[in-house]
């Protein structure tokens, strides 16, 4: 069973960038069967999908975080990360790293990681 | 986006009971529906997907149906370990959304 954690700094200032690493277990990274993903849940609520990235390096992202989402994989750590800019309190929310599965009609998130908070704040 | 919604938000039930959760999409997602648990401080654990297909070391008590627009997830002969937070999602559409989540909780 794929393991996933993630890390990265707790506390952002507003207007500055979030960084979180993901790292994974296996060697399933260089698979063509999984997409790496992000996705957050803002406190008390549901879930937001915020992109992936394929292990060709395509990526595909959440039109409503407005262009400030990177997701780049650093495959000689079996890492994927994710960069948000221009940070504001709305992005105050535990983010996990994800594997969605994407085999003929399967589409399902498979594995996840515990998830950190992020909080926004001076 | 495709939005998802369920219904009920929210519901209160014995162990034992029998509880059916129904998630709607705004437009067809063909079989491209999973079912999560959620558990609070951890993160979702996939039960179902593709509509009724149980995930490996589910319980047997948990199932799916459903397909284009309506779904359900039926918990029968609902234990302690159950009381949660279920979510649907969708994957047939980009962006991959979300519902609103369920919350089981004990009578």
């Not at chain 1, 707790?10 to 960038?17: Q, R």
């Not at chain 1, 979030?18 to 277990?25: K, M, P, W, Y």
Request: one cysteine or more; a neutral charge; hydrophobic letters at 30%.
């Amino acid at each position: 069973q794929v393991q996933l954690q993630e890390s990265g700094p707790a506390l952002v200032k507003p207007s500055e960038t979030l960084s979180l690493s993901c790292t994974v277990s296996d060697d399933s990274i260089d698979s063509a069967s999984y997409y790496w993903t992000w996705i957050r849940q803002h406190p008390g609520k549901g879930l937001e999908w915020l992109g992936y990235i394929y292990h060709t390096g395509s990526t595909y992202y959440n039109p409503s975080l407005r262009g400030r989402a990177t997701i780049l994989f650093d495959r000689s750590k079996k890492e994927f990360s994710l960069k948000l800019t221009s940070v504001t309190a709305a992005d105050t929310a535990v983010y996990y790293c994800a594997r969605e599965i994407v085999v003929d009609v399967l589409y399902y998130f498979d594995s996840w990681s515990q998830g950190t908070l992020v909080t926004v704040s001076s | 986006d495709i939005q998802m919604t369920q219904s009920p938000s929210s519901v209160s039930a014995s162990v034992g009971d029998r509880v059916e959760i129904t998630c709607r999409a705004s437009q067809t997602v063909g079989s491209r529906l999973a079912w999560y648990q959620q558990k609070p401080g951890t993160p979702p654990k996939l039960l179902i997907y593709l509509s009724s297909t149980l995930q490996s070391g589910v319980p047997t008590r948990f199932s799916g149906s459903g397909s284009g627009t309506e779904f359900t997830l039926t918990i029968s002969g609902l234990q302690l370990e159950d009381f949660a937070t279920y979510y649907c999602q969708q994957g047939n559409t980009f962006p991959k959304t979300f519902g609103p989540g369920t919350k089981v909780d004990l009578k």
